[in-house]
C-alpha cells in the first residue's frame, strides 16, 4: 500500500501553483498531476495484488494519463475502436489491452480486428451475434463474454449498468454463448460483468452480488480453463468535503469473498478511481449579477466544459483561489456557465468569497468524465488540458479555436462522415457462410485505401 491519503480534496491543491497555471495557459483550463494517478494506480494494485488491474479508459483518454497509467504496468480496458487507437499509441502492447465494446458498430470491428497484433488482444462480446461479426472478420483470439448479472449499481441510474438490458448476454444464457464460442474455435480466456460506475455506501452490496453471481458462473465453466473474471464497475471517490473515502481494502476483501474459490483471476477495471481527484478545472468568473433569490457567478466554463452537473446532477466542489487578504464576506452563490441551457448551472447554494469579475475558480474531483465528455455544443471550442508532473507542467491537449469549429466542414467527407461514396456503417458482405472472396471492408468505405476508417 502507498502512504498518500486516500483521496485528494480540492483544498489540497496548492492555489498559486494553479494561479500561475492560469495565467501562463488562460481558462477554462483543466489540469491533470501525472503525479497522484501514479499515486492511485500504487493504492489500486496494493488492495487486489493477485488481481489483473485495468484501466477503464474512457475515464480520461488524454496521452499523458495512458502514457502514464501503461508505465505503471496495468491494463488497458477500451470500449470503443478509438479508445484502442488511443491506447496502442500510449504504448499499451495489443496483449495489454480488453476491448469490451456495447453493440459496436461495423467499422469498429472492421478497425479492431484487422490490427497487427488483433489476435493479441481480448475482445468481450456482449451479444451471441456478435461472435458472428468477429468470426467474419478473421478474429480468432481471446475472447471473453459480457454477462448481464441482473444486479447493477452506480452513483445515479444513468451509469448503472448491471441489470440493463443493453448491457451482456442474459446470464441464463451465458454459460451456453461460452461454449458455443469454445466450439466454434474461439479462445474464451474469461467472463465480464460491469455493475456500473462510481460505486460506493450502498451500491456495495450489489456489487458483491453481482461478484457472487460471476463467481458461480466461473464454476459452472471451470471446465474451459478460464483465466480471468472480470468484476467491472467503478469505484467511488467522495466529490462532497465531507464524504469519507472508499475503504478500498474493505471493498478488496469483500471482493475475494464473494468470488470465492476459482482457479480464474479476479480482475478489476476502474476509471474513476485512477484520475478523479487527479484533475481540477479552473475557470474565470465573467459575470455578476445580483438577483431577488441569489448571487449569479457567470464562469467561462459551461455545460460543454464539464457535463457532470447537467448531466447527472453530479456535485463538484468549488473553490475560489484568490488571496484572502484583504479577506471578504462570504456570499451564497448560483455558479453558471454561459451556455443556453438552463441546466448549465455548475452548483447552487455554493458559498465564495464576495466574487468579483475576474475570480479564478478551482472545480474538484474533474479528472474523470471531464474533458472527455466536454463538446462544442453552442460552437464552443473546447479546452486546454496541463500535465502536471514532478513539478513540471506542459500542455498535453491544446486550446480549441474558433476555426477548428468548422475545420472538418470542408474536404472529401459527406455531411454523414462518410467518403462520399454513400454506404452506411454496416456489417454487409461480413457475415458468415458468404462466398470466399467477399470483400470484408466494403461496407466501412476504406476500400479507398485508407488503413483507417476515421
Given at each position: 500500500?502507498?502512504?498518500?491519503?486516500?483521496?485528494r480534496?480540492?483544498?489540497?491543491?496548492r492555489?498559486?501553483?494553479?494561479?500561475?497555471?492560469?495565467?501562463?495557459?488562460?481558462?477554462?483550463?483543466?489540469?491533470t498531476d501525472l503525479?497522484?494517478?501514479?499515486?492511485?494506480?500504487?493504492?489500486?494494485r496494493?488492495?487486489?495484488p493477485d488481481?489483473?488491474?485495468?484501466?477503464?479508459?474512457k475515464?480520461?483518454?488524454t496521452?499523458?494519463?495512458?502514457?502514464?497509467l501503461?508505465?505503471?504496468?496495468v491494463?488497458?480496458?477500451?470500449?470503443?475502436?478509438?479508445e484502442?487507437?488511443?491506447?496502442?499509441?500510449?504504448?499499451?502492447p495489443?496483449?495489454?489491452?480488453?476491448y469490451?465494446a456495447?453493440?459496436?458498430?461495423?467499422?469498429?470491428?472492421?478497425?479492431?480486428?484487422?490490427l497487427?497484433h488483433?489476435?493479441?488482444?481480448?475482445?468481450?462480446?456482449?451479444?451471441?451475434d456478435t461472435?458472428?461479426?468477429?468470426?467474419?472478420?478473421g478474429?480468432d483470439g481471446p475472447?471473453?463474454?459480457?454477462?448481464?448479472?441482473?444486479v447493477?449499481a452506480g452513483?445515479?441510474?444513468?451509469?448503472?449498468?448491471g441489470a440493463?438490458?443493453?448491457f451482456?448476454?442474459?446470464?441464463?444464457?451465458?454459460?451456453?454463448?461460452?461454449?458455443?464460442?469454445a466450439?466454434?474455435?474461439?479462445?474464451?480466456?474469461?467472463i465480464?460483468?460491469?455493475?456500473?460506475?462510481g460505486?460506493?455506501?450502498e451500491?456495495l452490496?450489489?456489487?458483491?452480488?453481482?461478484?457472487?453471481?460471476m463467481?458461480?458462473?466461473a464454476?459452472?465453466l471451470?471446465d474451459l480453463?478460464?483465466e480471468?473474471?472480470a468484476?467491472?464497475?467503478?469505484?467511488g471517490?467522495?466529490?462532497r468535503?465531507?464524504e469519507?473515502p472508499?475503504?478500498?481494502?474493505?471493498v478488496?476483501t469483500?471482493?475475494?469473498?464473494?468470488?470465492g474459490?476459482?482457479?480464474?483471476?479476479?480482475?478489476?477495471e476502474?476509471?474513476?478511481?485512477?484520475?478523479?481527484?487527479?484533475g481540477?478545472?479552473?475557470?474565470?468568473?465573467n459575470?455578476?449579477?445580483?438577483?431577488?433569490?441569489?448571487?449569479?457567478v457567470?464562469?467561462?466554463a459551461?455545460?460543454?466544459?464539464?457535463?457532470?452537473?447537467?448531466?447527472y446532477d453530479?456535485y463538484?466542489?468549488?473553490?475560489?483561489?484568490?488571496?484572502?487578504?484583504?479577506?471578504r464576506d462570504?456570499v451564497?452563490?448560483?455558479?453558471?456557465g454561459?451556455?443556453c441551457?438552463?441546466a448549465?448551472?455548475?452548483?447552487?447554494?455554493?458559498?465564495?468569497?464576495?466574487?468579483?469579475?475576474?475570480?479564478?475558480?478551482?472545480?474538484?474531483?474533474?479528472?474523470?468524465?471531464?474533458?472527455?465528455m466536454?463538446?462544442?455544443y453552442?460552437?464552443?471550442p473546447r479546452?486546454?488540458?496541463?500535465?502536471?508532473d514532478?513539478?513540471?507542467?506542459?500542455?498535453?491537449?491544446?486550446?480549441?479555436?474558433?476555426?477548428?469549429l468548422?475545420?472538418l466542414?470542408?474536404?472529401?467527407r459527406?455531411?454523414?462522415?462518410?467518403?462520399?461514396?454513400?454506404r452506411?456503417?454496416?456489417?454487409?458482405?461480413c457475415?458468415?457462410?458468404?462466398?470466399?472472396g467477399?470483400?470484408?471492408?466494403?461496407?466501412?468505405g476504406s476500400a479507398?485505401?485508407?488503413e483507417e476508417?476515421?
Amino acid at each position: 500500500m502507498t502512504d498518500n491519503p486516500a483521496v485528494r480534496r480540492l483544498a489540497d491543491w496548492r492555489a498559486e501553483t494553479l494561479r500561475d497555471l492560469a495565467d501562463e495557459f488562460g481558462t477554462p483550463l483543466y489540469v491533470t498531476d501525472l503525479e497522484r494517478v501514479r499515486e492511485n494506480a500504487a493504492r489500486l494494485r496494493g488492495a487486489f495484488p493477485d488481481a489483473d488491474v485495468a484501466y477503464a479508459v474512457k475515464a480520461n483518454t488524454t496521452r499523458a494519463v495512458l502514457e502514464t497509467l501503461e508505465s505503471t504496468g496495468v491494463d488497458a480496458e477500451c470500449a470503443a475502436a478509438g479508445e484502442v487507437k488511443r491506447a496502442l499509441d500510449a504504448g499499451f502492447p495489443a496483449s495489454r489491452i480488453r476491448y469490451t465494446a456495447v453493440n459496436p458498430p461495423a467499422r469498429d470491428l472492421d478497425y479492431v480486428c484487422s490490427l497487427e497484433h488483433a489476435n493479441e488482444m481480448t475482445v468481450t462480446v456482449g451479444a451471441e451475434d456478435t461472435l458472428d461479426r468477429v468470426a467474419a472478420r478473421g478474429f480468432d483470439g481471446p475472447l471473453c463474454v459480457r454477462v448481464n448479472p441482473g444486479v447493477g449499481a452506480g452513483h445515479h441510474e444513468k451509469v448503472s449498468t448491471g441489470a440493463e438490458p443493453k448491457f451482456g448476454v442474459p446470464y441464463d444464457r451465458a454459460e451456453r454463448v461460452a461454449r458455443d464460442a469454445a466450439d466454434r474455435g474461439f479462445d474464451p480466456v474469461g467472463i465480464h460483468a460491469h455493475a456500473g460506475s462510481g460505486i460506493s455506501g450502498e451500491g456495495l452490496s450489489a456489487h458483491r452480488e453481482l461478484v457472487r453471481r460471476m463467481g458461480d458462473l466461473a464454476r459452472e465453466l471451470a471446465d474451459l480453463d478460464l483465466e480471468f473474471v472480470a468484476v467491472g464497475g467503478g469505484f467511488g471517490v467522495p466529490y462532497r468535503e465531507t464524504e469519507p473515502p472508499l475503504d478500498l481494502d474493505a471493498v478488496a476483501t469483500a471482493t475475494r469473498d464473494a468470488l470465492g474459490d476459482l482457479g480464474a483471476r479476479l480482475a478489476i477495471e476502474p476509471g474513476r478511481y485512477f484520475v478523479a481527484d487527479a484533475g481540477v478545472l479552473l475557470t474565470t468568473v465573467n459575470t455578476v449579477k445580483e438577483t431577488p433569490g441569489t448571487t449569479v457567478v457567470g464562469i467561462d466554463a459551461g455545460m460543454t466544459t464539464l457535463l457532470r452537473p447537467a448531466m447527472y446532477d453530479a456535485y463538484h466542489a468549488v473553490r475560489s483561489l484568490e488571496p484572502d487578504q484583504p479577506p471578504r464576506d462570504a456570499v451564497s452563490c448560483e455558479i453558471s456557465g454561459p451556455v443556453c441551457e438552463t441546466a448549465d448551472v455548475l452548483g447552487r447554494g455554493r458559498t465564495l468569497p464576495d466574487p468579483t469579475r475576474g475570480d479564478l475558480l478551482a472545480v474538484g474531483n474533474a479528472g474523470a468524465y471531464g474533458y472527455e465528455m466536454s463538446s462544442q455544443y453552442n460552437s464552443r471550442p473546447r479546452p486546454a488540458v496541463v500535465a502536471l508532473d514532478g513539478g513540471e507542467a506542459r500542455l498535453a491537449v491544446g486550446r480549441e479555436t474558433l476555426a477548428d469549429l468548422t475545420r472538418l466542414e470542408t474536404g472529401d467527407r459527406d455531411a454523414d462522415g462518410s467518403d462520399g461514396t454513400g454506404r452506411g456503417d454496416s456489417d454487409r458482405g461480413c457475415q458468415v457462410g458468404e462466398a470466399a472472396g467477399t470483400d470484408m471492408t466494403d461496407d466501412t468505405g476504406s476500400a479507398d485505401g485508407r488503413e483507417e476508417p476515421w
